[in-house]
Each structure stands twice: as C-alpha cells, then as structure tokens.
C-alpha cells in the first residue's frame, strides 16, 4: 500500500511531504529524544504553567504538571502508531472484500471445509457458547481442505459474496462512524490501544471496500481478463494477479485521506474520554485538558497546530500534479 | 410608562427554581440503603429525622424532636435517651407522627430481606425503645453503653410511616431486642417477610412517592443522570412552628438538583446562570474565576475547612495486598504533600488519619504522615517477600501461600474528578519508577460504586465524608461489614475491637485516647491511606442569600437559601 503511495508522494507540495515525514522521525525517536521531562512526570511544583516560564518546560504544563512538549511528541507517536496501521489495515481489508465482492458477484462457489473453517474460527473468537465446538468445527474443516484433493468430487456451496459485502459495507455506512466507534468503545468498557485500533479498522474498511469493488466491476469486463481467463488461469489467480493490481488504484488518493480522517476521529474520540488510557499522550487528549484549565491558551493552541497542519498535508497529497 | 413601571417593580417570583449542581446521580433513594453523599442530601428534603445539624450553630439540633433528648444514666452500663416528637409534626395523610413510628422504623433496620446492613450495624446500640403510654408522642431510647455519641447519634435516622408499610400494627408484637437478637439462620416469620414484601414493593429507592416522608419536599420527576426536581410541600406540618428552628427551614419553592458529571461544563453552566449554586467546586477553577472581574460581579464565592478526606484504599483480599508491609510500600509512592500544593493550591489539611487535624483532641498529632519515598517503597517491597526480576518488565514477584504472585495494580477512581486522575496519574508515575505496574481504570459514577461494592479493585481512590460528632467506622472497617459497606475487605480483632469501643466510649477523653490508637493502627496496617482534608468551595449567584456555608455535609444549607430582594426604583 506504501508502494502505491510513495510514487504519487514526489510530485506532491514538498512541505507537506516534510512535515509528514517529520512526524514519523518524531514518532520513531521519541523514546530517545533527550526531552526535559518524559511525558508521564508530573511537575506537581508547575501545573498549567505557561510557555516560556520558569522551570524548563518550553511550551508549559497541562492541568496534571504534565510536560507538554513531551506530550505533543509522544501524541505524535501515538497518533501514527495507531492511524497509520488503522488506515493500512482498513485499506489492506477493503481491497480484498470489495475486489473478491466485484470480482465474483453472487456466483463464487466455495468448498463446505472452507465455510465450516470460517464458521468455527468465528465461533471461536467470539467465544459463542461452548467455544471449543467452534474450534474442532475449524479443525475439522482444515482437515476436509487437507483432504480434498484425494476426493473425486467436493461438496460447494454457493457464497454471495458480493451481497455479503455490500451488505456489511451498507450496514456500517448507515451509523455515524463517530456514533458507531463510541458505541463499540463504550460497550467494550475499557478499551487498549491494540483493541482501539482494531475498532478503527473495523470501522473504516467500507470506503476503501466500496471503491475497489466498483472498479472491480469495470475491470473485470476487460479483455485481458477474459483473455487470461480463457487461457486456463485460475480465477483466484487472476483476481490476485492480474485485477487487483489495477482496482487499487482510488486508493491511492483515498489513503491519505483516509489517514487524515482516522486522525480527526483519534483525536475526537480522546476529546471525548474514550478509548486510549489515561496515561497515553494524545494530541486529542491534550486540546481537552483545555477545558480544566481555560486561561491555559497553550493546551489548546499547540495540538490544534499540529492537528491542522497534518490534515492540510495529508489532503495535499490527494491533488492532482500539476 | 405603565408598562416601564411593571418592568421595575420588586415583585420576586414564586415558582422559580433553586438549581443546584451534582457531580453524579444519587442513584438510589432508599432511606434505608443510604447509597452515597447525594442520597442522603435528597432523603433530607423528603424525610424528617430526630435531629438534624444546624448549619448556624455546627451541633445538632432538635428537628423532628422537640428538643434535644434528656439524659438518664442506669448505673454504669445503660443510658436512657428520652424524646418527645413535636405536637404540630404530621404525616402528608394529616396523620400525626408518633412515638410508634420512631419504634416501627428502628425495628425496620433489623428486618430480614432489606437493606439494612449499614443501619443495622450503626444503631444496634439502641436496645430497647420504650414508649410512653401517657403521652403517644414520647418514648425512652435504652442505650447499650453510656457513650457520649450515642446522645447524637440516637437522633440522626430518617423516621419512616408504620401505616404505610405495617398497617395493622403487626410488628410491634416484636420487641427490638428480640429482631436484633434473631439469627439470620432463623425461619422465615410471615409477619417480618410481608413488611418486607411491602418496603420492596414500595421501591422507595425508585420512586419515594410511594413511601412518602414527613420531610419538606416531595420529589415530583427523577430523569436519570440528568435532574431531580423537588416541589415543597404548600402544607408541611413545621410551618405551624413558631419560632422556626433552622433544622426546619425550607425556603425555595422548587429545588432542582442538576446532574452535571463534568466540572468543567458546570462551571460554564454557573457562569451562564443555568445552575444557581455550585458546591464542592474544583479550587484551581474557583480560584480562578474568585480572580475574574467577569465573575466576581456576579457570582459569591464562599470557602470552608471540611470533613472530607481522599482516601486511597487497598483491596486487602487481593493477596498481593493482603499483607501490611506491600500496602504501607505502595502508600510510600503517593505525593500528597505535592498533589496538595499543585493542585489544591495548598487549601486544605494533611492528614495522618479520618481525623480532621482541626479536631486537636482527637487528631493524633504523635504521628508522621506517610513520606513519598520511591526509594523507601522498594526497600519496603524488599521487606515484604517480593523480588525485583531480573528484566525491568518482570516486575516483582514473590512466592505466596497459594502460589506464585505479580504484583500488578489496578487503579479505579470516578472518571470525572481532576483531582483523582491526578493522584492516580502520580501514582502510576512513581509506581512505575520502582517497576510496578498500574493500570488506570477511570469508571463512571454508577459503575464505580458497583465495582467496589463487588470487589473489582486492587485500589481505588475517593473522598470520605465526615463529620465532627460522630466517628462510628464500623459500617466501612469493621470486619462485619465486609461484603457491606466494607468495600477494602479489612477487618481485625484489634481494629473491631477499636471500633466497638470508640463507638461506645464514655467520655471525650477516654474516645480521644482510642482514637488515637486507631489511628496509629491504620496508619501501621494501611488498609487505606488518607491524603489530606478537602477545603469546601462554593459559588453561587449573588441574588442567593443565606447559604450558611459549613464544614458539615454537604457544605451549604439548601433548604435556607432565599433570594436578595431586587433593589426597589421607587423613591
């Protein structure tokens, strides 16, 4: 996905490719930056200090003493560990869906070991009433997938995939993302990074979905996969192969936008109390601290800055060259 | 000009609301559960008790009773407490209240099927109650001991109807002694199952309409996290008394009492107007805006000593805090001095215990409140059995009785207190500075209160509300009220022992002298860890006059505050 974005990246403005790039320098070393205070030190001595003042803490303290420089970059860092997978994964999962969706309508026909793989991996992880069922259910299935090519004739079922998709896609899209993420957040309680994240690529997969699987359609019509097709290649192999490759492509303006939306919404979500814990730096989390203390401008200004001039980057990326 | 001279006429208005803010919703209303602070402030408005504390004098008062109880002592053991209920004092249904009541409502505690764990355990110390058949209005407390709170504490109870809940009477063929004394392992009695069956079917905690009270106020809409609106009563019994005591003022029309979780968002609602009075205000904002020229002409800002304490309590039936040594280790990682100084701006009071140090008989000063000392906690971990790992990221480990044990905390604390996340976010700091992980958990207030109750915490931190009469801790440390109101699950022979004879100490010294001792015993075992004692703030709209800022819970007198007449045009 990179790979897709880095060429487009060299004909973009080159401020906003510096600046982009300096966030993730500033999200890889931030461990090792030699920063006056680290990020969860509370200087009880200087709550919501001012820039500048006394005490060595450049751009002040929030409400709890906290550094906020420190928590600016260590906002920097969470912000591209947990957006920049979210949006890779999203993208990474939409593009298979919406491809295989475009790629093989309702009529894909799948051997039963593989829908009785899937069903019990399912039952599995969701840990449904006796989950072990679910487990040797998988097992099971793996073992009639092992097996199958000794078999004469396999038993297949027909998947709709793309009704499947599309439905799934249609579903998520009626509910407000925001409503839909606080939703999910606050039914889980408390909630981990790794657990945020995976509820941001949940939530986000459907655009990147529904973009690919509308190019699918139109690539799939194409002459060099009815020609590929008629030379005996499997279809999975020229799904994978020959037409992803090119249904892709609208992700290649999407992704950027996409990271841009994840960072509005990780930002929302850490203004709102919800989702990371309380010791992580966010930039959402420190525009929040705002309202404790309100003649403290700086807790606002400076996340905001980094906030805004991260979006403007990100959606320069997606104009055309000139 | 008609209109103009309407338009500044000194007319105040009748039905217009006193709105007050609360952080949380009290959740349940059950006079008998008392659930938390903001129960027990709402219960006031609906019921009515013997005595009640006057805001003006900071001693308890005679409310429902016509005075304070007379004294009788019965050798050296016993002590009688006489009341008479005020002649003019009546039910809604014109009913008087009566000395059966009082008797029905003591017998209510020790009803099986109720919830009555924290009043059962606070006034078993009532015996007997005796009536008197001259006058129906009188009746003698017999006190189980000559302690010198008893006087106080025999007072301080909502009384509930008998003809409500017990219409024909049937209860009274029991005495107290014998409910008090009946095994909880006893056979069900029909009698005590349909009083309980009626109570339960009353929810009085949901909707106190059905089990009305002789208080001021009569609850008319309860929207859930959002407001309670009280409606006083056109005819309540103590406006027939002349003169009026203070413990029976009831002044606002209507009190509504506005759930806003955030202060924040609080602050601005009071700086707007749309809520009247702010108690318990967090100090950084109400220094703050005391310094505003925008607010200070509109806003009174009142400050008080108080009776709470934040706590930081330790789950003892986690075994890796089961022992004193880890807990006093964890209790050396907390910077109170410096969270008092940051973010309390110094207002408010160190503490080595649940004494306030204003009350210098009983506040055992020969004690050193706990240092922070990172350093010390480790030696003190060190002392307790528990090894460091080799890998920073092992943390500590020691061998216990049922196995090998990590010491790894979970941290609770209400989501919506500042100064909370503060102490908790400074803990975890520190801990992690010594290799122990903390894990916060900010918990919403309902989930919060739950989570204790069912033991869902290796530590928490709140605040404890106190107060300057009584220091009964046998309903949040005695080893009976573990499951109950003994959410740390401590409990020793000592410390109940302590307890018992703190509750039922004979004179003030002898009760200095014990409170002493406990308080050095907590400090040694640590089952929890006071900080220090909270100033009280509150801001109010200027037009609001007579709030009798307090000490006492909850800080201002509701029931007091009236409205500034409007300054009058005419010459």
Known sequence: MIALAVPHLFRTPSWAVAWLGFLMLVAAVAPVLPLPYPPHTLDLAHIAQAPLAPGQHWLGTDAQGRDVLSLLVFGTRTAVLLTLPAAL????????????????????????????????????????????????????????????????????FRLPLDALVTGAVTALDTVPRLVLVVALAAGAGSISPAGLLVLLTLTSWTTPARLVRAQMLRIRTLPFVEAAQAAGVPAWRVWLKHSIPHAINPLKTLFPLSLARLLGLESTLSFLGIGLPPEAASWGRLMVSYRQEPSA????????????????????????PK | MALLLQGCTTKRPTERALKIRWAHDPENLDPLALANQTAIDALYLLNCSLLQADFTTNRFAPALAEALPSVRFLGDSLMQLQYTIRPEATWDTGRP??????????????????????????????????????????????????????????????????????PRGAMRRFTLAELQRRPATAAPNAVLQAVARRYTAATPGQTPARLPGCGPYQLVKWEKDRYLRFRRK?????????????????????????????????????????????????TREFTRLRQASTTRSNLNFYATASYDVVTVGF????????????????????????????????????TVGLVSPTDRLNYNDSLAPVPFDP??????????????????????????????????????????????????LQFQAAAASIGVPVSLQPTESGAFSMALRSGEFDMYVRALRGNPFMFNFTSFLHSQAIGAGNTLGYGSPRSDQLIEAIAAASTVQRRAQLLRQFQALMQQEMPLLPLFFLSNHIAAQKRLVDLHPTSLKPGFAAMAIGEAAAPSTSP
């Open chain 2, 97 to 166: 209240v009566l000395a059966t009541d009082v008797a029905f409502t003591l017998k209510l505690m020790f009803c099986p099927g109720l919830p009555t764990e924290a009043p059962s355990s606070q006034y078993r110390f009532i015996r007997e109650i005796l009536l008197d058949p001259r006058n129906p209005r009188r009746f003698t407390f017999v006190c189980t001991s000559q302690a010198v709170e008893y006087v106080q504490a025999s007072g301080d109870f909502f009384v509930l109807p008998e003809a409500v809940l017990d």
């Open chain 1, 89 to 156: 994964l999203a993208a990474v999962i939409g593009a298979l869906l919406g491809s295989a969706a475009g790629f093989w309508g309702n009529r894909a026909r799948v051997d039963i070991s593989y829908g009785v793989v899937a069903v019990g991996s399912v039952w599995w992880a969701l840990r449904l009433p006796t989950p072990w069922l679910g487990g040797l259910a998988a097992a099971l299935g793996l073992a009639g997938i092992a097996t199958s090519g000794r078999r004469r004739r396999n038993v297949a």
């Open chain 1, 297 to 320: 401008w700086w807790l606002f200004l400076f996340p905001t800055i980094m906030l805004i001039i991260t979006i403007l980057s990100l959606n320069s990326l997606t104009r055309p």
């Open chain 2, 375 to 424: 350093a010390g906690a480790a030696a003190l971990l060190r002392r307790a059995g528990w090894q460091r790992g080799a890998a920073a990221a092992d943390g500590w480990q020691r061998n216990g009785a049922h196995g090998p044990q990590q010491l790894r905390l979970v941290m609770r604390y209400r989501a919506d207190e500042q100064l909370f996340a503060t102490i908790a």
């Open chain 2, 234 to 282: 056109p005819h309540w019994w103590a406006d027939r008394v002349r003169p009026r005591p203070f413990t029976l003022q009831a002044r606002p029309a209507r009190l509504d009492y506005v759930i806003v979780p955030d202060a924040a968002t609080a602050s601005l609602a009071l700086q707007r107007g749309d809520i009247d009075v702010f108690p318990q205000m967090p």
């Open chain 2, 315 to 350: 789950n003892t039936r986690h075994p890796a805090l089961s022992d004193a040594l880890t807990r006093q280790a964890l209790a050396h990682c907390i910077d109170a001095a410096g969270i008092l100084k940051g973010t309390e701006l110094g207002q408010g009071q160190r």
